[in-house]
């Protein structure tokens, strides 16, 4: 025992870089272990009805469409959450949603996230009209479908088509999910030009106030997109064209009847923070990094070499005093 000692007293200092050489070793190999914890788990839902091609929004001062603009606002939650955070994204229209992904983690899958989020657009929608109630029943039937807790940010600018009456209005007062949805409204509160695409994406003119004459249930209704090549009916004058807004005080309405909240959309540190301080709903088997540990104990493997240094000069100081 005593040869043992005296070994490692007079070769410390290779002792201790041994040692810090070794933790570097298992700090390279990226060690973690399994975690049960509560974590944010966000399901970002994109209304891509035919309005939220109005392009009454800015993105860095330049026109952007309210679709556009929802891309953006997700971005930036993805940006803005931290690691351990998971996001699905899924997409309304007409009577249903749909889910693109499962819940993914925002670090490991940041890229995917994003080119996902970059890739939402008018054409994914099975119909142009879209009515709230029955997205917020769909809604509920994706989160039994998920079968994890999620909190759910409803981008849309609120404007029905056909707009809600006695006929086309679901109940939903029942819905069981309200405590984790929010309505994040899109959308400027004045009436503005909704821009008509055809199936290729070609920018052809703007609706015209005629489809209104189409729906049943009164208000625009629009058409299904396939019928749009190559040459869609637009208005063909400016005082013909069929002008939409955020219909704000619809979506706080819904917000109340199902005890969910609502949000503006806006670019803003509020806005993220807003949204960063809901509670986690779930809990994950997450893993957790301790390659900072084994970082540490290295680091302080190499500063113990040049204590005993250190402790010396101290005392001969104080011998010579």
């Known amino acids: 025992m005593n040869a043992i000692v005296n070994v490692l007293k007079n070769n410390y200092e290779t002792v201790l870089l041994t040692g810090a050489a070794i933790f570097l070793l298992l700090a390279l190999v990226k060690p973690d272990i399994q ?5 944010h788990n966000y399901l970002l839902l994109a209304d891509v009805s035919q309005s939220m091609n109005a392009e009454d ?16 606002l997700m971005q930036q939650v993805v940006k803005t959450s931290p690691c351990g955070t998971y996001v699905s994204v899924g997409v309304f229209a007409a009577e249903n949603v749909a889910l693109l992904f499962m819940p993914l983690e925002v670090c490991a899958n940041f890229d995917i996230i994003n080119d996902s989020i970059n890739h939402l657009e008018w054409r994914m929608a099975w119909s142009g009209n879209s009515r709230m109630t029955f997205g917020v029943k769909a809604a509920e039937a994706t989160f039994d479908y998920l079968n994890i807790p999620a909190q759910m940010l409803f981008f849309t600018d609120g404007d029905e088509a056909p707009k809600a009456n006695g006929i086309n209005k679901l109940d939903i007062t029942d819905v069981r999910i309200g405590k984790h949805v929010i309505f994040v409204g899109v959308g400027g509160t004045e009436p503005s030009p909704i821009k008509r695409f055809n199936a290729n994406n070609q920018f052809v003119g703007y609706w015209g106030t005629d489809a209104a004459a189409e729906s049943a249930g009164g208000g625009v209704n629009y058409n299904d997109a396939s019928k749009d090549d190559p040459d869609p009916p637009v208005a063909y004058a400016e005082f013909d064209r069929y002008l939409s807004s955020q219909d704000v005080e619809h979506l706080k309405e819904l917000a109340t009847e199902i005890k969910g909240q609502y949000i503006a959309g806006k670019d803003e540190p509020a806005f993220y923070e807003f949204v960063q301080s809901q509670a986690p709903v779930a809990r994950f088997v997450t893993r957790y990094s301790v390659k900072w540990i084994f970082l540490t104990l290295a680091a302080l493997m190499v500063i113990a070499t040049y204590l005993p240094d250190i402790w010396s000069r101290r005392w001969r100081m104080r011998q010579a005093a």
Do not use: C, E, G
């Open 57 to 72: 929004m800015k993105i860095d001062n330049k026109p952007a469409s309210r679709l556009a603009y929802t891309q953006h």
């Open 35 to 39: 975690l049960k914890q509560n974590v």
